[in-house]
């Protein structure tokens, strides 16, 4: 069964600045698509970013971008520029024909 | 204007109830998807449905019903089997299963509370 781990519970940054957070997945499949979902506190889930593991490029969305190793079952988020609005559980995703599974998330502070 | 609805916000249920979680969708999508979400853990998936009249097991059926009698409606029944139903629940979308990835769109989630 796939798994998707997310290793960081909490992370904080200031205004303005850049972090990185960190997604690996275990499966034994070739072809599947992975995902970044923003839950502020509102608790609506948000789409932020979709990666096709068949494509080598990685996949970007203004200030958001994904740094995919398919070799390292890895998936990473960064977050330029980083605003007071982007406070929020952010829950890293694995799809396989229709299969998702989710991280147990990253709760993102940013601080002014 | 499109997409996903859900109600009521809040819920709450007495020992040996059950209730009813509502979930439209205008978005014309086939496929519709319940999960449940505790704090400190990640989604996991109820039940699914890819087509009107049809819907499978996920990993924590026990304790849960649904129906998919219109395209639009996917409601969740929490019955009395389901011993702990305190939590958030969220119902989503995607459209057809053709190749199996279709991106999933949620609605803003149900808070079901225990008396």
């Known amino acids: 069964a796939q798994t998707v781990t997310q290793s960081q519970p909490e992370m904080s940054v200031q205004e303005a600045e850049t972090v990185t957070l960190s997604c690996t997945y275990d499966?034994?499949?070739?072809?599947?698509?992975l995902f970044w979902y923003k839950q502020p506190p509102s608790r609506q889930m948000i789409l932020v970013i979709r990666?096709?593991?068949?494509?080598?490029q990685n996949a970007t969305e203004n200030r958001f971008s994904v740094n995919f190793q398919k070799a390292a079952k890895s998936f990473s988020l960064k977050i330029s520029d980083s605003q007071l609005g982007d406070t929020a559980m952010y829950f890293c995703?694995?799809?396989?024909?229709?299969?998702?599974?989710f991280g147990a998330g990253t709760r993102l502070t940013v601080k002014p | 204007d499109g997409g996903i609805t859900q109600s009521p916000k809040y819920l709450f249920r007495k020992e040996g109830q059950n209730v009813t979680l509502s979930c439209e969708q205008n978005?014309?999508?086939?496929?519709m998807y319940w999960y449940r979400q505790d704090p400190g853990q990640g989604l996991r998936l109820i039940y699914y449905?890819?087509?009107?009249?049809?819907?499978q097991k996920g990993d924590i059926a026990e304790g849960y019903s649904v129906s998919r009698e219109k395209k639009e409606s996917f409601p969740l029944t929490v019955t009395s089997a389901q011993k702990n139903p305190t939590a958030f629940y969220l119902c989503?979308?995607?459209?057809?299963?053709?190749?199996?990835?279709?991106?999933?769109?949620f609605g803003p989630g149900t808070r079901l509370l225990v008396l």
């Open positions: 978005l014309n999508h086939d496929a």
């Open positions: 989503a979308s995607s459209t057809s299963l053709a190749g199996g990835q279709e991106t999933q769109y």
């Open positions: 995703a694995f799809m396989n024909n229709n299969d998702m599974r």
């Open positions: 990666q096709e593991a068949y494509k080598q």
């Open positions: 449905s890819q087509i009107v009249n049809d819907f």
């Open positions: 499966t034994s499949e070739s072809n599947y698509y």
